[in-house]
């Protein structure tokens, strides 16, 4: 049975998901911030509060009335005010609005295409890499992606770890020395309040001082108002062994005055911060989206590390680019970007085959001298002899 352990408070007139995220135990005075801010994270979870920011398609609408059992609608006002409200095909509105789209699924899709549940050693446990692990934190998000590939998971009743849960995990990883990097994942471990996100690494710091982790969050992107300087101060405190933050944006109109605030607060305790884009159609996949976006991560010290081809989740058809026009996407990128600023096209593979690069081949084979030869970005043949 999950259970929340965090503090109980009334979040105006909010109910369902952000009533999640509030219903929770007050740990110690230092999370009174924690009340203010939440009460201040207006949300829209319904059709009639969303009709109040935009002018629902015929297809969104059907979603409401359609829907079965999905991933619920979870948008933060924030994120609401970075959309036209006039425009239907707004490339931030497709990531967070449902449509009635979602309700096809191919024969390929599945509910866990990567293969996560066969690789959880424990509840919220992924071991699907040999020296890396994920820990699902939370099932809690401050707005929920259409895109998601855990919707099995996200928004599911489980809410955050529990403290028995947690006992269990750490006592893993002290058996399991080969894991030199934690996912702290979810959902998004942001949503859990200072003290009990400050808990969850000091309980992993005590039993693996050496243990690399990755903070994967859209909070910068989605709610940055959550990264406090409270919060950074904790997070500042577990540094002595990297700890990195790894968010997404995934458009360039994300990249605010107030998110490359949040990022700056990471950056200037030195925690570096990454960038994981997903591919999504309508949203980014054309050439001059993606060059802008990656120069403009780049610009506010965000490195881009990958780029994801979408995953074969069950819903997201609609979302997910051709391989092929993923592929072209990249060799276009490759003209266009700095080493800096290109990030890493890659797959994760169905049936928990792994993360694969793909992207163009510049090697093209040896001549009848015995010489490498190699086509560049731009298409021209060069020559390279070994000793």
Same mark, same amino acid.
């Given at each position: 049975?999950?259970?929340?352990?965090?503090?109980?408070?009334?979040?105006?007139?909010?109910?369902?998901?952000?009533?999640?995220?509030?219903?929770?135990?007050?740990?110690?005075?230092?999370?009174?911030?924690?009340?203010?801010?939440?009460?201040?994270?207006?949300?829209?979870?319904?059709?009639?509060?969303?009709?109040?920011?935009?002018?629902?398609?015929?297809?969104?609408?059907?979603?409401?009335?359609?829907?079965?059992?999905?991933?619920?609608?979870?948008?933060?006002?924030?994120?609401?005010?970075?959309?036209?409200?006039?425009?239907?095909?707004?490339?931030?509105?497709?990531?967070?609005?449902?449509?009635?789209?979602?309700?096809?699924?191919?024969?390929?899709?599945?509910?866990?295409?990567?293969?996560?549940?066969?690789?959880?050693?424990?509840?919220?446990?992924?071991?699907?890499?040999?020296?890396?692990?994920?820990?699902?934190?939370?099932?809690?998000?401050?707005?929920?992606?259409?895109?998601?590939?855990?919707?099995?998971?996200?928004?599911?009743?489980?809410?955050?770890?529990?403290?028995?849960?947690?006992?269990?995990?750490?006592?893993?990883?002290?058996?399991?020395?080969?894991?030199?990097?934690?996912?702290?994942?979810?959902?998004?471990?942001?949503?859990?309040?200072?003290?009990?996100?400050?808990?969850?690494?000091?309980? /992993?710091?005590?039993?693996?001082? %050496?243990? +690399?982790?990755? !903070?994967? $969050?859209? =909070?910068?992107?989605?709610?940055?108002? *959550? @990264?406090?300087?409270?919060?950074?101060?904790?997070?500042?405190?577990?540094?002595?062994?990297?700890?990195?933050?790894?968010?997404?944006?995934?458009?360039?109109?994300?990249?605010?005055?107030?998110?490359?605030?949040?990022?700056?607060?990471?950056?200037?305790?030195?925690?570096?911060?990454?960038?994981?884009?997903? /591919?999504?159609?309508?949203?980014? %996949?054309? +050439?001059?989206? !993606?060059? $802008?976006? =990656?120069?403009?991560?780049?610009?506010? *010290? @965000?490195?881009?590390?990958?780029?994801?081809?979408?995953?074969?989740?069950?819903?997201?058809?609609?979302?997910?680019?051709?391989?092929?026009?993923?592929?072209?996407?990249?060799?276009?990128?490759?003209?266009?970007?700095?080493?800096?600023?290109?990030?890493?096209?890659?797959?994760?593979?169905?049936?928990?085959?792994?993360?694969?690069?793909?992207?163009?081949?510049?090697?093209?084979?040896?001549?009848?001298?015995?010489?490498?030869?190699?086509?560049?970005?731009?298409?021209?043949?060069?020559?390279?002899?070994?000793?």
């Amino acid at each position: 049975m999950c259970t929340s352990p965090l503090l109980s408070i009334q979040c105006s007139s909010k109910k369902g998901i952000l009533q999640k995220i509030c219903t929770r135990r007050l740990d110690v005075e230092s999370d009174i911030w924690y009340i203010i801010l939440m009460e201040q994270h207006a949300v829209v979870t319904n059709k009639t509060e969303l009709e109040h920011y935009l002018k629902l398609t015929e297809n969104e609408k059907r979603w409401f009335d359609d829907k079965g059992d999905s991933l619920p609608l979870l948008i933060s006002t924030y994120y609401l005010g970075l959309m036209d409200p006039h425009d239907p095909a707004d490339p931030l509105r497709r990531q967070v609005v449902p449509s009635v789209e979602e309700l096809n699924y191919t024969e390929m899709e599945t509910r866990d295409p990567l293969a996560e549940e066969s690789h959880s050693v424990l509840p919220r446990l992924v071991h699907r890499y040999a020296n890396r692990v994920a820990f699902l934190v939370t099932d809690t998000c401050a707005t929920y992606c259409r895109h998601c590939f855990r919707r099995r998971f996200t928004a599911g009743g489980c809410s955050h770890v529990s403290e028995q849960e947690l006992s269990a995990i750490t006592a893993y990883l002290s058996e399991h020395i080969e894991v030199k990097e934690l996912l702290l994942t979810g959902g998004d471990p942001l949503t859990l309040t200072d003290s009990k996100l400050e808990h969850v690494l000091g309980s /992993l710091r005590a039993v693996r001082s %050496d243990l +690399v982790i990755r !903070l994967c $969050t859209r =909070m910068p992107a989605t709610f940055p108002a *959550r @990264v406090t300087d409270r919060l950074i101060s904790i997070l500042a405190s577990y540094t002595k062994v990297a700890l990195y933050v790894m968010t997404q944006f995934n458009h360039y109109r994300e990249i605010t005055e107030e998110s490359r605030t949040a990022v700056s607060r990471f950056v200037d305790a030195g925690i570096p911060v990454m960038n994981q884009t997903v /591919l999504l159609r309508g949203v980014n %996949d054309d +050439v001059q989206t !993606l060059e $802008t976006l =990656m120069n403009n991560l780049v610009a506010i *010290r @965000v490195k881009p590390y990958y780029l994801f081809q979408g995953d074969l989740v069950g819903g997201t058809g609609h979302l997910r680019v051709p391989l092929e026009q993923g592929m072209q996407l990249e060799a276009l990128l490759r003209q266009r970007l700095s080493g800096l600023a290109m990030p890493v096209y890659a797959i994760d593979l169905p049936e928990g085959g792994g993360k694969v690069p793909l992207g163009s081949t510049y090697l093209i084979g040896k001549d009848c001298d015995g010489h490498w030869q190699f086509r560049t970005a731009s298409g021209e043949k060069r020559t390279y002899p070994d000793p």
